[in-house]
């Protein structure tokens, strides 16, 4: 079974961040990549996001930001209190398609519910079948289409 670790980003992080937003694979749901690396390194030290560099048997692979619901405007709709909101990407493109995005969600989500948080949310692109598979392989489940800053995404939610 593969070890996870969650390693809190640093300012060091920023370079392998901007290459991975580049890569087609993440531009693709991600879009434009000096916008979303604008967003990303100006979320480092706000203590409402919490980013994290995710490795998979030592390897980094993937970004994964993890914030309080409040933080953002995300038009979720009412949530129990202490819900997060989580967002990922893998950025090595030979570590897609293998498992590795649902299995750290996974992980991660088993966590914070573990640790008392009451809620844990993340909002997909509809088309974006993928993703949609792999949150409902880490555990989340289907509940609306929402109207957020970003367009319409699928609210999927994942309770203890």
């Not at 749901?29 to 998979?56: C, I, K, T, Y």
């Not at 398609?97 to 809620?119: I, K, Q, W």
Request: charged letters at 30%; glycine letters at 10%.
């Amino acid at each position: 079974m593969t070890a996870f670790a969650f390693r809190p980003m640093l300012a060091d992080d920023l370079p392998t961040i901007k290459r991975w937003l580049e890569a087609p694979h993440v531009r693709e749901w991600w879009h434009d990549p000096a916008e979303q690396f604008e967003l990303v390194s100006g979320d480092l030290g706000d203590p409402e996001m919490a980013q994290f560099m995710v490795a998979a048997d030592g390897r980094e692979f993937a970004y994964l930001q993890c914030y309080k619901l409040g933080a953002k405007d995300s038009g979720f709709g009412p949530q129990p209190q202490g819900t997060r909101g989580l967002d990922q990407f893998i950025g090595e493109a030979s570590m897609v398609g293998r498992g590795h995005g649902s299995a750290f969600v996974r992980a991660f989500a088993d966590r914070l519910l573990a640790d008392g948080t009451p809620r844990v949310v993340t909002d997909p692109d509809p088309a974006n079948r993928r993703a949609i598979r792999a949150y409902e392989k880490a555990g989340f489940r289907r509940d609306r289409l929402v109207k957020t800053p970003d367009g319409t995404a699928l609210l999927m939610i994942r309770d203890p």
